[in-house]
């Protein structure tokens, strides 16, 4: 029987682990949380409404898939306090790390376009103009990293990763019959056979699921929170947290209009949650403000980490404890990317749409390198040590990242040229 | 105003050569890969290059096609 020494001990073991797990919690969870972007957040009510409850088993597959390759750039990160460009120009020599850092600056770029095609959708639902909305959000946006502190930065960027739950409350709100949503996240199906409509659904899943800042933005922010090898397993467990935030808020979204709209054909999230207003005006308020803030939180991630794969390679001084006149060419790449990205939104005739596909593809001439090189990079011993990529590891990430690469690959030429898949 | 023209002009190649001397710069501390180059990376990096190159022959492909469609060819 346990003495109460015994007892006491344990307490303050499992106290420590969740002060120290708190203290090292926010690039994990905030990167897949901000995975669902506002082009995730449109993908999955895309998918609610086209099949149902049909597709939540893949949507739960694709969790464990994000740890995995996330969890290697923690590692990555703790190990050699390298952002993952400045880790490519050094491992792979200057080609593969120009190419990389051009390649993310345009990704990134267009990728934030959609977060404010997003936002101002998003806004624009309760009357607010365009240019009201994105002056707001930039205003935030540099307001936020202008504090000089990362902690400040993370603490209110899991905030607003908090609010992104809000599709919890959504889904339960529209009563979905429980018996036919555990059924849909258990049983794996292909509703109507696996034709090229699915496949294209499938596709988009997991390209937003998988994105290339991703890599980049978790390194880099790993190296600016100051982590060491020694806090590798709590920064496994974030990881782990945000995958599983990640899949539950693409679930009850999905959820969400896979109970209202099912059988509807929705285009984007904004679209849908203008739908469910006549039918539950609550509904579609929260789909809303989850819209905005999915596109809030990507804008905000995704120019981050450009300017810090860009600072690491060019030498500026890039950590968000630095002020604007410590390291201003960092600053000024944000806002640079984020004002000339707002602005192209409020173009008139501006090919919106264009841009959206054109993400897709371009995220395709990168997201491969960018994985293949970290796997190289977790293999190698004199880089990794101790931490390099067990047999277990490598077997299952290289398999992770043969089939990304063959279905992101399947989905950009799919976008390209979309009679292939008729 | 010839003269503020050519000032202006001068900054310019002068902010023009400082980010040439930095490329170069970069690309001389970074000249030799630090990875170990064995035959399964060398392949890796070769078969990247063969599917960058396919990648951008289908974006070409594509906009090719755009173009022809819109009469501009």
């Keep these: 029987m346990a003495s109460v020494s015994d007892l006491y001990y344990n307490y303050r073991r499992v106290i420590k682990a969740i002060v120290t797990y708190l203290m090292i919690a926010g690039p994990g969870l905030i990167v897949m949380i901000a995975d669902n972007d506002a082009g995730g957040i449109t993908t999955y009510a895309a998918t609610g409404a086209k099949y149902g409850y049909n597709l939540l088993w893949f949507l739960i597959i694709l969790g464990p898939v994000a740890y995995i390759v996330q969890e290697m750039t923690v590692r990555l990160g703790a190990v050699t306090k390298r952002g993952h460009a400045e880790a490519i120009f050094d491992a792979f020599g200057s080609f593969w790390g120009w190419f990389s850092l051009f390649d993310l600056g345009l990704t990134d770029w267009l990728t934030l376009i959609t977060e404010f095609i997003g936002m101002t959708a998003a806004a624009s639902i309760f009357g607010i103009p365009p240019i009201i909305t994105i002056v707001v959000v930039l205003i935030i946006m540099w307001a936020m990293v202008l504090g000089g502190k990362y902690w400040t930065w993370e603490k209110i960027m899991l905030a607003f990763c908090a609010l992104n739950l809000v599709f919890i409350p959504a889904a339960i709100m529209v009563h979905p019959d429980i018996s036919a949503v555990i059924k849909g996240a258990t049983i794996p199906n292909f509703p109507g056979g696996l034709n090229g409509e699915l496949l294209f659904f499938l596709m988009a899943n997991i390209g937003t699921t998988i994105a290339p800042w991703m890599i980049f933005f978790q390194q880099s922010s790993v190296v600016d929170k100051g982590m060491k090898e020694k806090d590798i397993p709590f920064g496994k467990l974030d990881t782990a947290m945000g995958a599983v935030f990640t899949i539950l808020i693409a679930v009850f979204c999905v959820i969400v209009t896979g109970t209202l709209l099912y059988g509807a054909k929705v285009d984007s999230a904004a679209q849908a949650a203008q739908e469910l207003m006549p039918i539950n005006p609550w509904v579609g308020t929260m789909l809303a403000i989850g819209l905005f803030d999915a596109g809030l939180i990507g804008a905000i991630c995704i120019s981050l980490a450009s300017s810090w794969a860009w600072g690491e390679v060019v030498g500026w001084a890039h950590s968000l404890n630095h002020g604007s006149a410590q390291a201003p060419g960092f600053y000024l790449f944000y806002f640079l990317t984020s004002t000339t990205a707002a602005a192209v939104v409020l173009i008139p005739g501006a090919p919106l749409v264009l841009i959206t596909l054109f993400v897709q593809v371009i995220a395709v001439t990168l997201l491969p390198a960018a994985m293949v090189f970290l796997i190289i990079l977790l293999n190698d011993e004199e880089i990794m040590g101790k931490y390099k990529n067990t047999l277990f590891q490598n077997i299952l990430g290289g398999l992770i990242v043969l089939s990304l690469i063959i279905l992101s690959t399947l989905y950009a030429v799919s976008t390209l040229f979309p009679e292939l898949l008729k | ?73």
């Design chain 2, 1 to 73: 105003m010839l003269d503020f023209v050519f000032e202006k002009y001068r900054d310019m190649k002068g902010f023009m050569q400082d980010m040439v001397d930095r490329v170069r710069e970069i690309n001389e501390k970074y000249k030799t890969p630090r990875v170990k180059m064995n035959r399964w990376v060398s392949a890796v990096l070769l078969l990247l290059r063969l599917y960058l190159l396919c990648l951008v022959l289908l974006l070409v492909f594509k906009f090719y096609t755009i173009i022809k469609g819109n009469g501009l060819i």
